[in-house]
C-alpha cells in the first residue's frame, strides 16, 4: 500500500450524534432521553488499524453499529470511502454490505446454534451470490485456515456448542472475512476470552488486515490491547471524543485526564511504584448542575469548577497529530520519559 493510499480517510463521522428514548408505553410518552453520542468527529485511514477506547457505555459500539448501518445516526453524516451511507439504496446498498462487515463481542449470541461451521461461514457468499475462483467449500476451508482452525476440514461439520470459546470466535472472525471486506469493525472480539486466547485472536487479525490491506475498527475497553493492535487510538467517554493520536503517543503521553485514569488502571505487575502516577480521578463524583461542560467534569480531579462545568472543551492539537478535549492538556501533558 502506497503512502497515498495509507492517507486516504476510509471512514468519516461528522457531527455524529445518537440519542435514544427509554419509556414505557407505544407512545412512549414522557420518554427520557439517552445521549449516546454527542456530536462525534472521527477520521479513520484507510489500511490502518484504528483504536477506539473507553470504558462500558461511553459509546463504542453505537459507533460500530452506525458505521456498518445496523442503526441510524439521530443527526450527522457517516461516510465510507467518501460515500454517505445514508444515501446508499438497492445495489449499493449490498455492495457496501459485502464490503463493510463486523466481527460481534459475543460469539455464543452471533453464531445460529442451528448452523455448522461450513454453513455458518459458507452463509453470506450464498446471501450475496459471489463468483470464485473457487468453489463455496473451498473458500471456507481456506477462510478458516486462515484464522488458525486448522486441518479445517475437522471443523466443517461441527457445530457452535461443540466449539471452545476461542473456536467460536474464529469462526466468527472467518464468517466476516469470507467476503474479503474493505472495511471491518471488530467489537471487542476477546472480551469473552481469557488472556492467552486473545492475544492469539489479536495476532489473527494483524495478520489478515496486513494482509488484505483492509481497514480495521478495534473496539476495546483495553487501552493495553489497543496499544498491541493500533496505529492510532481515539479514547470516548460518555458518548464524546476526548483524545486521538498514534497509538505509541496515546500511552507514553496521554493529555486527557480521563485516559490518563484508563492509564493508571492498567496491571503494573513487577513496577516498584505503589501509587498511581496521574491520580486524576476523585474520590467522590462531583454533582453536576450543567450539562453543556466538560463531560468528564464529575470525576476529574483537576478541573476548575467554573470553567469546566461552564464550557466544553474542543478536540485541539497538543502534539502533531496528537489532540485532546481539555482546558489543561498542555498544562499537564506529561514528560517525554513516561
Known amino acids: 500500500m502506497t503512502a497515498l493510499e495509507f492517507n486516504r480517510i476510509a471512514i468519516t463521522l461528522d457531527k455524529v450524534t445518537k440519542v435514544y428514548r427509554s419509556g414505557i408505553g407505544l407512545h412512549r410518552s414522557g420518554a427520557a432521553k439517552v445521549i449516546a453520542l454527542n456530536e462525534v468527529d472521527l477520521a479513520v485511514r484507510s489500511g490502518e488499524i484504528f483504536g477506539l477506547v473507553g470504558e462500558s457505555g461511553s459509546g463504542k459500539t453505537t459507533i460500530g453499529r452506525l458505521i456498518v448501518r445496523l442503526e441510524t445516526p439521530s443527526a450527522g453524516t457517516i461516510a465510507v470511502n467518501d460515500v454517505p451511507i445514508a444515501q446508499m439504496r438497492g445495489g449499493v446498498l449490498k455492495d457496501f454490505r459485502r464490503r463493510t462487515q463486523m466481527i460481534f463481542q459475543d460469539p455464543y449470541q452471533s453464531l445460529n446454534p442451528y448452523l455448522s461451521v461450513l454453513d455458518t461461514v459458507a452463509e453470506p457468499l450464498t ?157 467522590h463524583e462531583r454533582t453536576v448542575t450543567n450539562t453543556n461542560g466538560c463531560p468528564f467534569f464529575a470525576r476529574c480531579s483537576r478541573a476548575d469548577e467554573n470553567l469546566c462545568e461552564a464550557r466544553r472543551p474542543e478536540l485541539c492539537e497538543i502534539e502533531d497529530q496528537h489532540d485532546a478535549a481539555c482546558f489543561f492538556a498542555e498544562e499537564f501533558k506529561p514528560g517525554k520519559s513516561l
Open 127 to 283: 446471501i450475496h451470490k459471489r463468483p470464485a475462483p473457487v468453489t463455496t467449500r473451498v473458500k471456507v476451508i481456506q477462510t478458516l485456515e486462515m484464522v488458525g482452525l486448522s486441518p479445517a476440514t475437522e471443523f466443517l461439520s461441527s457445530y457452535p456448542h461443540q466449539l471452545s470459546g476461542g473456536q467460536r470466535q474464529r469462526v466468527a472472525i472467518a464468517r466476516a472475512m469470507v467476503l474479503d471486506p474493505e472495511v471491518v469493525v471488530a467489537d471487542e472480539p476477546t472480551s469473552m476470552l481469557d488472556a492467552s486466547i486473545s492475544v492469539q485472536i489479536y495476532q489473527i487479525l494483524a495478520n489478515i488486515q496486513r494482509r488484505k490491506h483492509m481497514t480495521l475498527l478495534f473496539i476495546t475497553h483495553s487501552l493495553a490491547a489497543a496499544h498491541y493492535l493500533c496505529d492510532r487510538i481515539a479514547v470516548i467517554y460518555r458518548g464524546h471524543i476526548v483524545e486521538t493520536g498514534p497509538a505509541k503517543s496515546i500511552i507514553s503521553a496521554p493529555c486527557h485526564p480521563y485516559t490518563q485514569a484508563l492509564i493508571d488502571a492498567l496491571p503494573k505487575y513487577g513496577h516498584a511504584w505503589a501509587e498511581k502516577r496521574f491520580n486524576t480521578l476523585r474520590a
